[in-house]
């Protein structure tokens, strides 16, 4: 099969497309023939081997967390994902959705109106976006300030945050303005002036969610008056300044969220947004595309 392989650690030139073995589920997986896998900003991270301290990465090494595609073949103790159901998950390691085929535990059904460009939004966002509002406790009444509002993490969580009743203001870029308005949000620009244009829209933010690592995090403690009720999904700098930086591991995919999540966006009722799609071929353009980060919401592979 096909997958983008990277050898050593680097800039996205590393990756290319190589022949690999297609891979045979063990007790418990699925294999996926992938038809769309998501690419994250901690694939970059985990590229270019700034994450080996806390992530290890044996080399070599094949990139993506999640997948949406059809049940291929199943191992043993796997019940109600017949071969050809289309499901939407997350890859199980060391190998992952970069790939044709891609091995996997954690899934759900996807169903037929929601595309598996979309549907592969869903996974990695909808944990962060939900693990994020969980240890801030947001809930209905509340204000609650989240960076990097436009991006597929911040949609989702903008999204979520509202559900519960808060009251959401999204911090984007220029561009990105009505995008954050469109999901209901009260949208902001990044930068300078950043704690007077919040002040400005709301007395008073009861918690922040950094989606997106820019820096804005002295501002956010000024805003709150201390480090209490802010958290990062993205700044490592977090916690050198008395933030708490959350980092989710398997132990946090929950199906049911997920389950739930792609339900309403098949409804209609969440908005997915895909900003781009790649063959697998041009991964690395990808990667360089989402470490710029100038469209919103999440880009695709499809295989």
Do not use: C
Request: a negative charge.
């Amino acid at each position: 099969m096909k997958a983008v392989v990277f050898d050593t650690f680097g800039d996205p030139d590393v990756l290319h497309v190589a022949e690999v073995e297609v891979p045979e589920p063990g007790p418990g997986q699925m294999r996926i023939r992938v038809r769309a896998a998501g690419v994250n900003p901690v694939d970059s991270e985990i590229r270019s081997g700034t994450m080996q301290a806390v992530f290890p990465t044996p080399l070599p090494a094949i990139l993506g967390i999640d997948v949406a595609g059809i049940v291929d073949a199943v191992g043993s103790g796997v019940d109600g994902f017949p071969v050809g159901e289309s499901v939407v998950g997350w890859a199980d390691g060391p190998a992952g959705a970069y790939a044709e085929y891609a091995l996997a535990s954690q899934v759900v059904r996807k169903p037929a109106d929601l595309p598996f460009a979309n549907a592969v939004t869903l996974p990695t966002a909808v944990e962060a976006a939900n693990r994020g509002l969980n240890q801030l406790g947001i809930k209905a009444g509340e204000t609650v300030l989240i960076h990097g509002a436009a991006g597929s993490v911040g949609t989702i969580a903008v999204q979520i945050a509202l559900a519960r009743g808060a009251t959401v203001i999204g911090t984007a870029s220029d561009a990105h303005q009505e995008y954050v308005r469109s999901l209901g949000a009260i949208p902001t620009p990044y930068g300078d002036g950043l704690v007077e244009r919040v002040r400005a829209l709301a007395p008073h933010v009861d918690a922040v969610l950094d989606a997106a690592g820019k820096g804005a995090l002295p501002d956010s403690i000024t805003l709150r008056g201390g480090t209490d009720r802010i958290l990062t999904l993205a700044d490592p700098a977090g916690p050198s300044l008395g933030v708490t930086f959350s980092s989710g591991t398997r132990d946090d995919w929950s199906t049911s969220d997920l389950a739930a999540s792609v339900d309403m966006a098949a409804r209609g009722e969440l908005t997915t947004t895909v900003s781009g799609t790649y063959p697998l071929e041009q991964a690395a353009e990808a990667q360089r595309a989402s470490q710029v980060g100038h469209a919103p919401g999440k880009l695709v592979l499809i295989s």
